[in-house]
């Protein structure tokens, strides 16, 4: 055994060992082991480094991004909706019909395609059941690769196989040909994984409840500080005599003690309605069909309305008090809310809000203030802050972020730009259905090579502004997943390389060639599924397609159980997050550590194992 060799070997064990170990995360021990092995000269720096260059790690940030601008758009929880209305409040038939989705999509989608377009669904989808998100994620993963087991074009190893056969002289396969094996994965699937991830609910429940935001969306805060109780929509018709005035000059808040928020304008194209949004300013010149949403007492507000010629949009509410009730909401896509704390000794205690400087200096408006169990929301202007105050504030988000940043007397509860980043832009959904379509269809149909098509759909989302920013865009990336995937290539390289793969290989066929073809097909498949926990599914499918093709001519017997074994055995591997870009994927989202795969997948695939050494003579007979 050359030296090599032995590094090799051993950077795999202690590669696994940390995995297993748990307590350094699986992206630095990845690439802890692509240094070791380019240190002891085992493998080149170009080698080292080929993985982060490879189509399918290019592929998974933009898969990310897709699948952000998904759940952005409000696009997957539209289709949750949908899918919600089959499965009801059952967790169980939720994730049966998770399984049958995503399987189905999967057989004619690459899994990697598949699990970006559904992981924001099923999150959505967990989210509105209350179902354990982590009892799904993975499933969903396991699908995909299931799913790619029912067509010729569902998974690469597959097509590796059916030019193998045709190379050596074999009739391909059909479309459909392994179809009856695929439909064997999915039935067994279906009956297992949902007790085999009962051991991820406990832990799932845990840290469902530490994440838990303490933050307030906006539409929460504009509820608990009781604005919308007090928001009020008046339109500006042809003939009111504030059209062109500017707001500086009419003085609306000192002469009626209300406060506009915002001024919203509506313009059409041929498709589509348009609504552009602006915060008030002493500039601003107020224009016929706007509407401008004002905060005060209901009289204050009727008589502004009444002595501008103004009308409200909503309808007029019933109870004792006849007043309109605002039917419409807040648009925060552009313009945001966020609380506010003044601090102690801070300049602000004892002033006025109207001398804070808010204004003036950050563009942002204090709507309302909090003090104690006391809401204060009327005649704002000149109320005096104390210190421990909260106060509503409401700008651009960019605003409120400078606000942040750089006041130093008060705290910004929780991230503005992050919390900008949870908005729904609801607007730009039917553009990414649209873009989400085209991309499936070119892959496909072969339009276009699949990581053109992913990479140029990913950008058409960001450039469509499905997205507020591109800074929204990169933040849905796990670079954890792709570091992870794009650092264990190298160990697939070294065990090419130095021959570790191929001792392994013609080790199992050369021992277990003389007990029959079924011993050599169990050989075969453990082998195939053991490397596939440390090498990429589609390079072990071409390091074993040669094997087992030797290994049935030296038996006298059909390759196509062993070829298709060596499919199965090497897209079905489940125990490892990065054996295939799916697992990989939903690492994150489902906070999984190394064990929860080799808890949940571990047993299935070596029961698929089992399974697969007596039904693959049964379908295609040796």
Not at 19 to 33: E, P, Q, T, Y
Not at 269 to 292: G, K, M
Not at 575 to 604: C, E, H, I, R
Request: charged content about 15%.
């Amino acid at each position: 055994m050359s030296t090599p060799m032995i590094i090799t070997i051993s950077v795999l064990f202690v590669t696994a060992a940390l995995f297993v170990w748990g307590k350094i995360r699986a992206d630095i021990v990845a690439l802890c082991s692509l240094l070791v092995l380019v240190l002891t000269n085992v493998i080149t720096t170009n080698e080292a480094l080929a993985g982060f260059s490879n189509p399918i790690v290019i592929m998974i940030p933009a898969l990310f991004i897709i699948g952000g601008a998904i759940s952005q758009t409000g696009l997957a929880g539209s289709l949750s909706n949908t899918l919600l209305k089959l499965a009801g409040n059952s967790s169980y038939k939720l994730f049966i019909l998770v399984i049958l989705v995503t399987t189905l999509i999967g057989s004619f989608l690459s899994n990697t395609g598949t699990v970006a377009m559904l992981m924001p669904i099923v999150v959505s989808l967990a989210v509105k059941t209350r179902s354990n998100v982590r009892r799904l994620l993975m499933p969903m993963a396991y699908a995909s690769s299931i799913g790619g087991m029912m067509t010729l074009i569902g998974t690469a190893p597959t097509l590796v196989i059916h030019n193998a056969l045709i190379e050596a002289g074999y009739p391909g396969l059909e479309f459909f040909t392994i179809l009856p094996a695929g439909m064997i994965l999915l039935v067994t699937g279906i009956l297992l994984l949902w007790p085999l991830t009962k051991v991820l609910e406990k832990k799932g429940d845990k840290e469902a409840g530490e994440r838990k935001s303490v933050v307030k969306s906006p539409d929460q805060l504009a509820s608990a500080y009781q604005v919308i109780d007090n928001l009020y929509r008046l339109k500006i018709p042809a003939n009111s005599p504030v059209i062109h005035k500017r707001l500086s000059d009419l003085d609306i808040t000192k002469r009626y003690e209300v406060v506009i928020a915002e001024i919203h304008a509506w313009s059409y194209t041929p498709l589509t309605r348009n609504i552009t949004v602006r915060l008030p300013e002493a500039t601003t010149v107020l224009l016929q069909d706007e509407a401008l949403y004002v905060i005060g007492e209901y009289e204050d507000v009727l008589r502004f309305a009444e002595e501008n010629g103004l009308k409200f949009m909503d309808e007029m509410g019933t109870g004792e008090v006849q007043k309109p009730k605002f039917a419409g909401r807040f648009k925060f896509d552009e313009i945001g809310m966020a609380e506010v704390v003044i601090l102690a000794n801070s300049h602000l205690h004892n002033r006025a809000v109207k001398d804070s400087g808010f204004r003036r200096n950050y563009n942002v408006n204090i709507l309302a203030i909090q003090r104690k169990d006391q809401y204060i929301i009327h005649d704002v202007m000149d109320v005096k802050m104390q210190a421990g105050d909260m106060l509503l504030v409401q700008g651009t988000w960019e605003d409120i972020d400078r606000l942040s940043r750089l006041e130093t007397d008060v705290v910004v509860i929780g991230q503005p730009d992050y919390e900008a980043s949870k908005i729904t832009l609801s607007h730009k959904a039917p553009i990414a259905a649209a873009t989400l379509v085209l991309m499936v269809l070119s892959m496909v149909f072969n339009w276009l090579p699949p990581v053109i098509a992913v990479m140029l759909a990913a950008v058409t989302m960001i450039l469509a502004k499905c997205f507020r920013t591109v800074k929204d865009a990169y933040r849905t990336v796990s670079w954890e997943s792709v570091i992870l995937f794009a650092s264990m290539m190298s160990l697939a390289v070294a065990m090419e390389k130095t021959g570790t793969s191929a001792v392994v290989t013609n080790g199992i066929v050369d021992t277990l060639g003389t007990y029959g073809p079924y011993m050599v097909l169990a050989g075969i498949l453990t082998a195939t599924s053991f490397l596939t926990m440390f090498i990429n599914n589609t390079a072990t499918a071409i390091l074993f397609a040669p094997i087992a093709l030797q290994a049935s001519a030296s038996l006298g017997v059909s390759p196509y159980p062993f070829l298709i074994g060596v499919t199965i055995a090497a897209s079905m591997c489940l125990a490892s997050p990065f054996s295939t870009p799916p697992n990989a994927m939903v690492m994150s989202a489902g906070k999984y550590n190394f064990m929860d795969y080799v808890k949940v997948g571990l047993p299935l695939q070596v029961i698929y194992i089992i399974i697969m050494i007596f039904a693959l003579p049964l379908i295609f007979p040796f």
